[in-house]
């Protein structure tokens, strides 16, 4: 209950507040409104260029995720090792 009054009085005191100062308002988002399209775009082409490299990577026939089976092998003789090391200490 407490949540639904707290929200009427915010409501009704927004809509006061737009009617005083609505001119200053909208130059606020007139101000604001530039500033996100540049951030927005700024965000859309670090995340394309950052896709358009991860298709290089795969059209060059290297998979970023994957790891040669070698390299697999000689960890895991290593891990082993380190771990009977660890089982005589």
């Known amino acids: 209950m ?3 009054i707290g929200g009427a009085i915010g409501a009704v005191l927004g809509i006061i507040g737009m009617a005083v100062w609505f001119k200053p308002f909208l130059q606020l988002l007139a101000g604001v409104i530039p500033a996100m399209l540049l951030l927005g775009s700024c ?4 995340l394309g260029f950052d896709e358009l490299k991860d298709t290089w990577k795969n059209d060059e026939g290297v998979d970023p995720l994957a790891t040669s089976g070698d390299n697999k092998d000689q960890e895991i003789t290593e891990l082993k090792k380190e771990i009977e090391g660890l089982k005589k200490s």
Request: net charge positive; glycine share 0%.
């Open 2 to 4: 407490k949540t639904l």
């Open 43 to 46: 965000l859309a082409l670090y």
